[in-house]
Nanobody
Framework: VQLQASGGGLVQAGGSLRLSCVAS????????MGWFRQAPGKEREAVAT????????LYEDSVKGRFTISRDSAKNTVSLQMNSLKPEDTAVYYC???????????????WGQGTQVTVSS
């Protein structure tokens, strides 16, 4: 399956962005989906995940209440709505597809190319 992420950009602290990831070449409903991020000099970390049918979500503690992950099976798309952005949210954001919705990178088999999110103070 191929993943194409988009929606990154430059935003001021307190602002919002919506990331989207379109999947192709596979059966979208077969995959759990996740968003990960990697800040400069840091390891990649999970941000949010959603189960295959969308009934279960997980969030990294620092984004709880600010970020919302969702999926649209009709459009083969997973989205990440990011509100109340902080400078520490600055990172390259990656979408990923796997068979189990966990917060572990090793659970994901397919990765998108990443989209840069920069939050200015």
């Amino acid at each position: 399956v191929q993943l194409q992420a988009s929606g990154g950009g430059l935003v001021q602290a307190g602002g919002s962005l919506r990331l989207s990831c379109v999947a192709s070449g596979g059966t979208f409903s077969s995959y759990a989906m996740g968003w990960f991020r990697q800040a400069p000099g840091k390891e990649r970390e999970a941000v949010a995940t959603i189960s295959r049918r969308g009934g279960s979500t997980l969030y990294e503690d620092s984004v709880k209440g600010r970020f919302t992950i969702s999926r649209d099976s009709a459009k083969n798309t997973v989205s990440l709505q990011m509100n109340s952005l902080k400078p520490e949210d600055t990172a390259v954001y990656y979408c990923a597809a796997g068979y189990v919705a966990t917060m572990e990178e090793s659970s994901y088999n397919y990765w998108g190319q990443g989209t840069q999110v920069t939050v200015s103070s």
